[in-house]
């Protein structure tokens, strides 16, 4: 399609306006641009249909129905939600710091869609092929908690600080946990190529990554609720201890704007649990005609369905106490990965079939 | 020979390493009160270095891993004495700690850690490896002076030691920096290859000497960079004084030879004369103002500063008996301060220091063996024969006049004469003063029979330095 | 031309950052402008082919120092009047190692090794991966200065716990493999006592 669009549509006007060294690049821009809108309009539309399918999911979970009024089954809720929440006003706090105040959910949303840039989609479809795709996801996971901090600064009120000292403790905490499950998955592909990873998965079911890295599967898909600020590790919102932690102040377009970044990270972490440990775009049928295809669809039901167990752990279980997930964190996690990334390593040099063969 | 093949000449490296995290694990998961099972197994630690060392002793020089390390005799026998000393140091520290109630299973791995530090730098082949040897001792060392926590002036001494060490490694590394921009290379060897190519006076090498110089004097504690030294003395518990002031100073002897002559041999015109000034500059200063103290920690920091002085002058002399002369007065140095040490901490007891001149005064009435021992202790320093000290300032001077510095000896000689007279106040005031207090001296049997071993030992090797000397000798001509 | 383009983008934001890090009065914005100061200089980085420099350099200092840097300094409120003070009566000084700092990197820059006269900087093929280049170099020529940079860094570690870790005699703390451990017995006591006759 882009080569279309290179072609016929674009040449011949870019060509008058510029030399043609210049078009070249700048058609170069104009293609990643394309594909970046390609990229993000279905992740925000993601985000704001997530937000209707917690309120269902949990709705069903506790015996409800859920949102049903506007439109058929209630399906534009989310469209009313955001109307609403953009025609409201932005109050800002006296005492705030009002540059900060304005720039903390830019900060927060921005890391978690720059973070799509190297999600590979399918074999070929992904925005930048980056060789260092891994390191860059794990940069710009730990940028997010940015946001929070300063919000809660900036807001110049104690329940939002509170809230945001929590989240950096436990973001960093967690971050650790998170980065040395991503390494075991270096070592385990031997790339840090978020395609080359799943590629290094092909096979079946059993292929994937999620058998021979278990505990890391598992410490990354519960670091990265912990890292998204999910229940039960909500601690960083708490609102029944601490009204709503480190966006109290935000109102409207502000607030909404915090609620799509964690939203969108919940999706970020749903995606890249697929890609690293469950063969991404892979089918679990590899062999069986027409179902054995490698496809997009594979990778999003395996979205969607982390993206279920962030809502069922929401209704299900208890928040956790804060010096408990320091615990869990520190002391349980972390020498869990430790050990296991021996214990991959040992795996890859003996080269174990059938991943490592 | 591959990386694998080289692994045999770190051994001792490698052991050290493996050994200090297994002690670490064994004594966050043996808690007890005296932190024993740590200390046993640290010195044990110890003796099977110095073994390995022994067993496969480098009798020539070899430069491997890319030239980042060097197996040569020199490092062959500032290893082993550096572990020696180290297990004389924990000896002297476990009395102290336990008595002071400071003991921690922690000082025993850290320092374990700075001997793994000293024994990096003593065999670094590179401008990186020196470095790093440097800050993985340096980095041990301030916590260790960090660590009586309850004690205002400890923590004072830690972050003086701390804020001016890593000044002293920023200036260092920029001298390194300077140089490796200049020639492109890390390797010490190669820079000095470059240096013999340029010939002629490049102002950038030359900068990046005095910057390393400055780094090298400040971690030694020259004038005018030792304003850390006193304070970092007086103010850590004793056991660590005992450890800053022994073993780091050998492992400071070769990072100097490493940086001086393996690298910057060919400019030893330049560095020569800048060695001088700080020596002098150090002998006089230290020598003077020591006079004036009245806490023997600070008398010894100051002796301290002008042994180091010099110390310098032997290496200053630029030749391969001046550098032998250098390593067997450091040797010797590390020696008798470890003995002074040690008497301090024998005279302590729970909750009392005796770091002060008068707690000296009439020893020879408490305890005449250890007046005795303390007075073998101050002759030797201050340089009197038959006594080793003596031997050590004797073999530095007779370098530095068959190089033609006579005037160089002559003051040096004037000013250890001014030094000797607070050495023998402390002979006058164990001798012929009324002791303050008559207090037994509690001290283990073990620690008095090594600390009667220490100063004996000054004693004997006095009547023979022979043998040691040609040991210096065999170790620098590689 | 883009790339000079935004090399002198990012490096005039490197500078302007770095600049307010030292001039603004609020240690939270201090901060903050260090943050960026850090993100350009990674895209300088990144601009020079060195990714795993540019997204370590993000990953470590802006992700997890200048976070636990930034949690310091909005805990600690400090007021930073007192530490400007000196600045008049230092200046000279400073501008002194500033012109001293600045004519050595002239002439080390200068120097042969660096050889600045070749027009164009070694471009590398499509495939090229710094990362890889990095590890294989790290764990072959400088396998021994990386191993004792470990060891510093655990030496860093045990520090910092034994100089800050201390149990206070008096804290009390809740146990929880002990409270979970207890059974009826360690709490209930079941007492039989035969029924007494009531005084009459």
Known sequence: MFEFIRNNLLSPFVGSLFPASIEVQALYTLDALIKIIVILIPVLLGVAYLTYAERKIIGYIQVRIGPNRVGPLGLLQPIADALKLTFKEIIIPSGANKKLFIIAPILSLAPSLAAWAVIPFNDVAVLADINAGLLYILALTSLAVYGIIIAGWASNSKYAFIGSMRAVAQIIAYEIAMGFALVGVLIAAGSLNLGDIVRAQDGSLLHWFWLPLWPLFIVFFLAGVAETNRAPFDVSEGESEIVAGFHVEYGGMAFSIFFMAEYANMMLISILTAIMFCGGWLSPFQGVPFLGEPSIIWLLMKTSFFLFLFLWFRATFPRYRYDQIMRLGWKVFIPITIVWLVVVSVLVVAQIPPWFD | MTITAELVFIVPEITLLVLACIILIADTLHIEKHATLTYWLAQIALIVIIFLVLIDFPDESKRLFFGNFVSDSMSGVLKVSICAITICVFFYSYDYLKEHELIKGEYFVLGLFAVLGMMVMVSANSLLTVYLGLELMSLSLYSMVAMHRESQTASEAAMKYFVLGALASGILLYGISILYGVSGTLELPALSAYIEAQSGNNILLVFGLVFVIVGIAFKLGLVPFHMWLPDVYEGSPTSVTLFVSTAPKLAAFAMAIRLLVDGMGPMAGDWQGMLIILSVLSMAAGNIIAISQTNIKRMLAYSTIAHMGFFMLGIASATQLGYAGSMFYVMIYALMIMGAFGMVILLGRKGYEADNLDDFKGLSDRSPWFAFIMLILMFSMAGVPPFIGFWAKWFVLKEIIANGYIWLATVAVILSVIGAYYYLRIVKLMYFDKPQQMTAIKASQEMRFILSLNGLSLLFLGFMPGALMTLCIRAIGY | ?200
């Open chain 3, 1 to 200: 031309m883009i790339e000079q383009i935004i090399f002198y983008f990012f490096a005039a934001i490197l500078i302007i950052s770095a600049s307010m890090v030292i001039t603004v009065r609020n240690p939270v914005h201090a901060a903050l402008f260090l943050v960026l100061s850090f993100f350009s200089s990674a895209a300088i980085w990144l601009l020079l082919e060195a990714e795993f420099l540019a997204i370590t350099l993000v990953l470590v200092y802006v992700g997890a120092v200048m976070v636990l840097f930034l949690f310091v300094v909005m805990m600690l409120d400090i007021n930073l009047a007192p530490l400007r003070e000196g600045f008049t009566r230092y200046l000279p000084v400073g501008i002194l190692v500033a012109v001293l700092m600045l004519l050595f990197m002239a002439l080390i820059v200068s120097s042969d090794s660096f050889n600045l006269n070749q027009a164009e900087g070694i471009k590398h093929a499509a495939d090229y991966s710094n990362t890889a280049e990095l590890g294989l170099i790290l764990y072959t020529e400088y396998l021994y200065p990386f191993e004792i940079a470990g060891a510093i860094l655990l030496v860093a570690i045990i520090a910092a716990i034994a100089l800050t870790m201390r149990k206070s005699k008096t804290l009390k703390t809740p146990k929880p493999e002990q409270q979970v451990a207890v059974k009826r017995e360690d709490r209930v006591r079941l007492v039989k006592m035969e029924s007494e006759k009531r005084d009459t």
